[in-house]
Each structure stands twice: as structure tokens, then as C-alpha cells.
């Protein structure tokens, strides 16, 4: 089947892309970032593209493949403004591969990283604001049906800050479905393996329970609670007893920070992050709507002008600074390198 799909497909696919340098690698593929020259014979520039490509014959590894196939045919499905787009897909040095947005900007795992005395104010509403942004690509994506009008129950399963992408012009963008389950299908190829960061794991993860949606509400969760405290709700989620204590569920002391307090937030968290899923919310929306209420109750109204000022402040001070304290651009990690996932 997929020999069928990939055979011949696009032979004109190397004369499209001038590859400008190699960003990362897995065991079974790599990403590059690329140049697209589709009008530039009729002087209207580049486009700089991701792509993504298997690096061996397909008719070697058809079970990558089929995953790499699933997981384009996913992001292929998935068209809003919080999300990265595919924009091509073809055949390239007869290897499959796929051209997704570039996203001109840092990761928010990357942003809440950089040095604070060298960073301007990282503002509480401009978190609450790109954490927004991001739960409405989610939402999407979860509401999203085939053709037929019928739901994918689309899962991300994998949701972290290093998926959280902001661009220089302010815009958030949610990344990397390369892990996703749709109608209880698993994109991905290993058996009884966490699929995902082990400090974002859900309980039902853990014990190798089927996941839905409510997995993505559980993750978002942990990934509102740590950018706003700037810590991890289990003090022991770098110790052997983290996934017992995640089984057992987070400590009431957690939602006592002062930045959740503060934001009147421990009751959604509570909800977000249940150990049992049927307890949790149920359903990403209702955590956007509690969130602009937040915002509106206490009068702030930040928006992507306001981050583009804050990563443009970044990006002028690196290039000021001898330090180039500036993370990487993107944290682009090829999906199929599963292994890389488990440890970091």
C-alpha cells in the first residue's frame, strides 16, 4: 500500500526545495530546513519550509511508512491558524517526505528558559495569552471530522512546551502530531512504549490504558501549571517514585502556589488534572472559556502585537549579547525517534 501511494509520486520535488541545512536526526528520519523555490523562476522569492523525510527506502521500512503516511494524512486534515500546516507532500531523492510551516520564532520551552535578567518581563497575561492560543489550536483539532462529517477524536498525546511554537510576528502555533491517535487508532508503531515526555505522562499513560481527549486536558494542565509557577507540580518528577505519585495524583500543596492563587486557577487545574479521566473536564473548550474569563475579570487584553514586542526584545538583546543565550529557533524533533521522547 504504501509502495503504491509513494511510487514516482514527484520527481520534480528536488528541483522545488534547496535544502539549507539540517536541523535534527532520529533513528529512522531527519529534518532539514528548506527553501521552497515554486515562483522563483518568476521573481517572487522563497519560502522557507520544515521538511521532514524518512531516511531509508521505504520498501525497507514499510511499517515507518505507514506511520509517516498516517501522520501526514493527520497534520494534512488540520487547518487553522494555531497550528503548523503541511504545505507539500511528495517524494524526494525517492525517499517520502513532507514540507510543514516554518515557524520563524522559539519554542515556549525555549522562552521560559532564557535568562531572566537578560529577557524582558516574561507578563502573567501574555503566559495566559499564548497558552490560549495554543488550547484553541487544540480545540480545533479535537473538534475536527472527515469528510463525512464524522469526528476523528483526534488525541495530540504528546503536549509540551517544546510543541508550543511563537513566532518573531506573535503568532502561536501547536506542533508535532507525530504521536497522535485518531478513532482509536496509534499512529505510532511500538507496543506497551509511553509515547511522549515522561514529565507531561498522564496516569492512564502510565499504565498503559487506552487515552482520548481527556489526555490532552490532562497534559495542557501540567503545561498551564508550569509555565505560570515555573515549577513541576510533583516535586518528585525527577525521581523513581514520579509515576507513583502521578498515580496517586498532584499534591493538594501544589495548587496552593501563589501564581495559581493568585489567578483563582486551582479549581480548573483540579479539573484538568484528575487521575481518573472521567473526572476530569470535559473538554478543552470549557478550559478556554474559564481562562478569558480570568483575563477579562482582572481587565487585560494582551494579544500578538504585545509578543512580537516581547521575542523581538529577545532577539535584539541576543544579538547584542556575546552570550547568544538564545535557544534554538524551534525544538523540531523528528517524530519517529521515539527513544529521544522517553528521556527528555
Known sequence: MADAILSDRDPAANERYRILGHLSSGGMGEVFLAEMRAFAEWGYGTRKVVIKRVKDSPRERDDVVRHFLAEVAIS?????QNIVRVVDFGTMDGLPFVAMEFVDGLSLWDLSRVPTPVVPEFPTALKLHVLLEAMRGLDYAHRRTDDEGRPLHLVHRDLNPANVLISFEGEVKLADFGLSVWRGRDVSTEANVIK?????????QI??????????????GLMIYRLLTGIHPFPTHQDLSYFDDVLRGVPESSFEHPAIRGLDLAELLREMMAVD???RLPSIRDAILRVERVLADRGWFPGATALADLL?????????????FTPRKTDLKFDFEFDSKLIG
Open 196 to 204: 511522549g515526555r515522561l514529565d507531561m505522562v498522564s496516569p492512564e
Open 312 to 324: 523581538r526584545s529577545l532577539r535584539a538583546a541576543d544579538a547584542a549579547s556575546s552570550a547568544n
Open 207 to 220: 499504565e498503559f490504558e487506552p487515552v482520548d481527549q481527556r489526555t490532552d486536558i490532562y497534559q495542557m
Open 277 to 279: 479521566p472521567a473526572d
Open 76 to 80: 494534512w486534515r488540520l487547518e487553522h
